[in-house]
């Protein structure tokens, strides 16, 4: 992609319109991450807020919190790597042509 920076310059106001619309639409974004093969499940939003959070009667042992705490820990890692995946797709459908300049990955 040739770079003309005037073309930039045009786009800029568009692209910051678009980056304003993305971070409004960011606590509609939701990922679930899920641990323990689904026993516990934390979901969070695009502003990584934690909207959910499940966990399966067999997990609660009193004589075992610290499993449990790990688990609830890996459920919310996952989502924050599946959030932040589609956040970065959300982001280059916002981006426009410049898009095409962002990190792939």
């Not at 509609?28 to 499940?41: D, F, L, P, Q, R």
């Not at 067999?58 to 919190?65: C, F, K, R, S, T």
Request: no cysteine; glycine share 10%; net charge negative.
């Amino acid at each position: 992609m040739d770079l003309n920076p005037f073309e930039l310059m045009k786009n800029m106001k568009g692209l910051q319109e678009n980056m304003q619309k993305m971070q409004e639409n960011l606590p509609k974004i939701t990922a679930t991450g899920s641990a323990g093969a689904g026993m516990v499940e934390v979901t969070i939003n695009g502003k990584f807020v934690v909207t959910d959070v499940k966990i399966a009667k067999e997990m609660v042992d009193p004589d075992d919190i610290g499993t449990l705490q790990v688990l609830v820990a890996s459920a919310f890692n996952d989502a924050s790597n599946k959030i932040q995946e589609k956040i970065k797709d959300e982001g280059l459908k916002y981006a426009g042509p410049l898009g095409s300049l962002m990190p792939q990955g």
